[in-house]
């Protein structure tokens, strides 16, 4: 099969629906990361996502809509502080997981009774969720364990020859994936760190948990238990009290005939003078943007990637220590 990918035009748009009316698949833009699309009431089209990325069968897809869809006809939404953060935050980087009315196919939810929802933002997305207009499950357009991808080009090199089509949104402004929130209780619970904070959703709603993961949760995100965000080359990630020891390991690496880079931060990168850098820029926002990026470009790159750990796990520092870690440690 070959794999167009095409700018967002009127032509495309048709195109991308014309395939997801036939139960294709097509990779698709958002603020966050891309996403491999496919119809939400097909079977045959959610099957084929799990295939083109070898995705384990119990992780759940999450559901997009476009900013007009009426979410009462696939949830129930059971708390009103929900219509709060959805006033807030929708469109935008924050998926919430709802009690499911079943309307879904069950191969999308793995059988499961609750529904992970998440209106993008991102210009292009809603022009093709509205010319659809159904919900659009898609997991991130990797193949399975690799780094999300950002740019169209990702989606390409992970996904040549096993799609039709790739809308082209340009670079994702976010660049790590949505906050996952179980709006099923009485406090709202983060199953997924992302761009949309704890301490932003606490200023709305007055409280927040952190989900831990626990077999006994009643509602869980599967996906946290997979190994994730992986580059093709190796890793290992160091604290920021540990530069000295980053810097020995870099140049033992060196020493063996390894080609190393050091991802940081750019107030960290200074300390590394002359060595290689993969720089993630000053801000926890362009960190974010830049996280998957970098990856991407340095496994390319180097024979090892050096992570220097961000100085703490407070607001989207969270989000971007949960992917560190899995991808880099
Ligand atoms: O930003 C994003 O969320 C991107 C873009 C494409 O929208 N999508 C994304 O999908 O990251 P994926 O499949 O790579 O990750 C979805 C996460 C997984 O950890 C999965 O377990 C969790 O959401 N999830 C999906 N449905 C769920 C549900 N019903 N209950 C709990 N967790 C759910
Ligand atoms: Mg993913």
Do not use: W
Not at 40 to 48: D, I, P, Q, R, Y
Not at 78 to 102: A, I
Not at 253 to 280: D, R
């Amino acid at each position: 099969m070959q794999t167009l990918i095409e700018k967002i035009t009127p032509e495309s748009l048709e195109k991308a629906k014309r395939i997801i009316l036939d139960n294709g698949v097509i990779g698709m833009p958002t603020e966050t990361v891309y996403g491999l699309a496919g119809n939400g009431f097909s079977a045959e089209s959610v099957k084929k996502i799990y295939q083109v990325k070898g995705r384990p069968s119990d992780n759940p897809l999450i559901c997009h809509v476009h900013s007009g869809y009426d979410l009462n006809s696939l949830v129930y939404i059971e708390h009103d502080y929900v219509y709060d953060l959805m006033k807030k935050f929708m469109p935008g980087p924050l998926t919430l997981v709802f009690r499911s009315k079943g309307v879904i196919v069950k191969e999308a939810t793995c059988g499961g009774d609750t529904l992970a929802i998440r209106m993008p933002s991102h210009e292009g997305c809603q022009r093709f969720l509205e010319s659809v207009n159904l919900p659009i499950v898609a997991p991130s357009a990797n193949l399975s364990k690799h780094t999300s991808p950002v740019k169209a080009e990702h989606v390409y090199q992970d996904l040549n020859g096993k799609i039709p089509l790739i809308l082209d949104g340009g670079k994702c402004s976010g660049g790590i994936e949505s906050t996952v929130l179980d709006v099923t209780g009485e406090i709202p619970r983060i199953l997924r760190a992302g761009l949309v904070t704890q301490e932003m959703i606490v200023a709305v709603v007055g409280g927040c948990e952190i989900a831990e993961h626990k077999e006994t949760d009643k509602v869980r995100s599967p996906g946290v238990k997979y190994s994730h965000y992986k580059p093709r080359c190796e890793t290992k990630l160091f604290s920021v009290s540990q530069i000295d020891q980053a810097k020995k390991f870099y140049l033992e690496s060196e020493e063996t005939g390894k080609k190393a880079y050091v991802m940081c931060s750019n107030a960290v990168a200074k300390e590394f003078g002359a060595f290689n850098v993969l720089n993630l820029g000053d801000t926890e926002e362009e960190i974010a943007f830049n996280l998957y990026d970098k990856l991407l470009e340095g496994e390319k790159k180097a024979d090892v990637i050096i992570a220097i750990s961000m100085p703490d796990e407070k607001g989207v520092n969270m989000g971007i220590m949960n992917r560190l870690t899995k991808s880099c440690g």
